[in-house]
C-alpha cells in the first residue's frame, strides 16, 4: 500500500549572468523533493532566459526555502489548498 506524498512549495532564490550582468530571480515551484524543485528552476529559467544551466546560481545560505501557501507570491498556490480543489487525470 503506497503513502500518500504531500507536496511542498520551495521558493528558491539565486542569480544567473547574461552577457557579464548577474540578474536575480526568485521561483516558487511545487515539488516533492529539493533535487526535483531545482531541476524545475534550472529548465523553465534556462527556457525562458536562455541561459545555459551552468549560468544559473543558487544562494547558498537562504537560496532554498520551505514556504507555506498563504506566505507563497504565486496565487495558484493559494487555490491548491481549497477544500473544492481537484486534480483531474
Partial sequence: MYMAE???IYRISGYYIKVKTKIPFIFECRAYKVENALEKVFSEVGSRHRVKRDRIFIERDKGIKTINAE???NPEFL???A???VIYR
Avoid: G, K, L, S
Fill in 79 to 81: 487555490d491548491m489548498n
Fill in 6 to 8: 504531500i507536496a511542498n
Fill in 83 to 85: 477544500d473544492d480543489f
Fill in 71 to 73: 506566505d507563497a507570491r
